[in-house]
C-alpha cells in the first residue's frame, strides 16, 4: 500500500498538480496570510484524490467480494 502512495504523489507532481500546492504554501513561510483561498488547481487536486479514493475502495470491495465468493465455492459453505 505504501507504494500506491508513492506512485500517486509521483503523478500528482508529473502532472504539475503539486506545483500550485507547493507555492501556496510557501506564501506562509514569511508570516501568515490574511485571506486564504483555494486555487482552482488545488479544488483539482481534491476532487482527483477523491475520485481516486471512491475508485480505490470500490475496487477493494470488489475484490473482497471476488475472494469471498471465489471461497465459498471452493468450500462448498456460505456465510
Request: hydrophobic residues 50%; glycine residues 6%.
Amino acid at each position: 500500500l505504501e507504494w500506491c502512495w508513492c506512485f500517486l504523489v509521483w503523478l500528482l507532481h508529473y502532472l504539475g498538480f503539486l506545483k500550485p500546492f507547493l507555492a501556496f504554501a510557501d506564501r506562509f513561510k514569511d508570516g501568515p496570510v490574511q485571506v486564504v483561498y483555494l486555487p482552482e488547481s488545488i479544488k483539482k487536486l481534491l476532487l482527483t484524490c477523491s475520485i481516486l479514493f471512491l475508485f480505490g475502495s470500490l475496487s477493494l470491495s470488489l475484490s473482497r467480494f471476488y475472494v469471498s465468493t471465489l471461497l465459498c465455492i471452493e468450500t462448498g459453505s456460505r456465510d
